[in-house]
């Protein structure tokens, strides 16, 4: 066996899903999802803001707002579990 056999190969080309790939891939507890109108608008709106460097990642900064009362929006991606505090410090606020 040579050793162009033992590593897998890689594609060159950096080929980008599309939402219905996206949508093959999502878990079964994902429900509900933004549609693909919302979620090109959401993208937008994050670019935005992190170039304006007005943006709150991770949940610790998130947090940190909410305790402050800050404003805004919030755009929750990831697994639930993480989520389920701060979405009950969200609807208290």
Known sequence: MSDDEKTPSKSTSS???????????VNSISKP????KSTKRAHKLVKKASSAKIIRRGV???VKGIRKHEKGICILAGM???YYILLLLLLEN
């Open 33 to 36: 999802l933004a549609s693909k």
């Open 60 to 62: 610790k900064e998130v």
């Open 15 to 25: 080929v980008t899903k599309t939402y219905e790939e996206r949508m093959e891939a």
């Open 80 to 82: 639930y579990f993480i």
